[in-house]
């Protein structure tokens, strides 16, 4: 049962991640740490957010903007190392509300970005969201909202971040899982091959999913629908990992 849970988690993610061009992570990171605990689950969104910007990637080449990219990615990539090695360190209940933590914090920054009306540098701003996406990425399993927080603060045009932000996930998200599996001392989690096979179908089918819904659902609502389960995920994920520390 914990797996069907997990297959619906990620493929709702993906229809989401199509539909709103972000939230993968937002809304399979929360679900996932509670079902089978924060170090696992986010190396799971790690690999599925990968496969999900992978397919997204074919659609949107030609607007990708490689100078942004490697502005932020390269600080990202850094940035994996400690995030990474943070989270293979503490593991249980603390980095659950690490996790949690992250989400919540994370979702009210980029919310209140949209009311910061002064445009700043690309440079340090990329230094700065591109560390910022890569430790979160490795932590939390999610990188989007400091892109998205860069994006606002430097006015980059939706349609061309829309499209670069895919290989950064796609990097980010390969990076943080082969980092992760190298610094734990059990490798991969003991799932059987199938099950991996399961989780990335039900990401393919998401995303086909994704595409269908798209033309009656408006991407207003659906990004709606995803900050409002990214906090009830966050805040649940705290509450249970404070219990976890109590109990």
Known sequence: MVFVFIALAVMFGAMAQRVSGMGFALVVAPVL??????????????????????????????????????????????????????????????????????????????????????????????????????FMSATAGVGGPGMSVYAVLTRWEQKSFAATIQPIFVLIGVTSFIMKVVLNDTGLPDYDWWLWVLIIACTVVGLALGEFVSRWVSVRAARI?????????????????????LG
């Open 33 to 134: 740490v509670l079902l089978i605990g924060p170090f696992e689950g986010v190396l799971l969104v790690n690999l599925c957010g990968a496969v999900s910007a992978s397919i997204v990637i074919s659609r949107v080449w030609r607007f990708i903007d490689w100078r942004q990219f490697s502005m932020l990615a390269v600080p990202a990539v850094i940035a994996i190392v400690p995030g990474a090695y943070l989270s293979v360190l503490i593991g249980g209940p603390v980095l659950q509300i690490v996790v949690g933590g992250i989400l919540v914090v994370a979702l009210t920054a980029s919310l209140l970005m949209n009311y910061f009306d002064r445009r700043v540098a690309q440079a340090p701003a990329a230094l700065i969201a591109g560390t910022a996406s890569g």
């Open 225 to 245: 629908t995803v900050i409002v389960i990214s906090y009830l995920g966050g805040i649940l994920a705290i509450i249970d990992g404070v219990a976890g520390l």
